[in-house]
T-cell receptor, first 113, second 112 residues
């Protein structure tokens, strides 16, 4: 069974631009969560989607948004990029979310110049 | 607010020795506690998890213990090997929160 797939793996943007990251969950998994990983803040929850509905959102500004499609694939978007948005963005999938084991993708490394 | 504290931040052990990493959570409603291992440049990998209705769980050289009263849980690795070297993260969640709260990570170094 294929794992969680994230594209692209690396991205370089400049301040003020916007970016869209993609996540394909493990086949059959309907819950997709996004996390931001930085050396200073560690792993922080961004949002979680199930059946195209956002069920929870972390403490990030409105510049961070996401969505989920009917095939469970998910995208996250960051607008008006800031230097502090440089991070590894990780996607995780699970069968139904909640207290189910979550499996991570390799992440997208976003660098802001 | 919800918080998970993890100690130590770094741990160096001799190959064959045991390693213990401890986490404390603040939300008393937390009832699911996974542990992840992240090697350099790789994805976090789920290595073991425990639910609040269980006090201990083992999987070969890895075990996790949970003390609900004290709100802390620990990862125990026995007979450590160099390939155990990685950053380990604990996490906690509760029903209907749909999110994991992570600890700050422990960098484990196993010296050959």
């Amino acid at each position: 069974k294929a794992g969680v797939t994230q594209t692209p793996r690396y991205l370089i943007k400049t301040r003020g631009q916007q970016v869209t990251l993609s996540c394909s969950p493990i086949s059959g998994h309907r819950s997709v969560s996004w996390y931001q990983q930085t050396p200073g803040q560690g792993l922080q929850f961004l949002f979680e989607y199930f059946s195209e509905t956002q069920r929870n959102k972390g403490n990030f500004p409105g510049r961070f948004s996401g969505r989920q499609f009917s095939n469970s694939r998910s995208e996250m978007n960051v607008s008006t990029l800031e230097l502090g948005d440089s991070a590894l963005y990780l996607c995780a999938s699970s069968l139904f979310g909640g207290n189910q084991p979550q499996h991570f993708g390799d992440g997208t490394r976003l660098s802001i110049l | 607010g919800e918080n998970v504290e993890q100690h130590p931040s770094t741990l160096s052990v001799q190959e064959g020795d045991s390693a213990v990493i401890k986490c404390t959570y603040s939300d008393s409603a937390s009832n699911y506690f996974p542990w992840y291992k992240q090697e350099l440049g790789k994805r976090p990998q789920l290595i073991i998890d425990i639910r609040s209705n269980v006090g201990e769980k083992k999987d070969q050289r890895i075990a996790v213990t949970l003390n609900k009263t004290a709100k802390h849980f620990s990862l125990h690795i026995t007979e450590t090997q160099p390939e155990d070297s990685a950053v380990y993260f604990c996490a906690a969640s509760r029903d209907s929160s749909y999110k994991l709260i992570f600890g700050s990570g422990t960098r484990l170094l196993v010296r050959p």
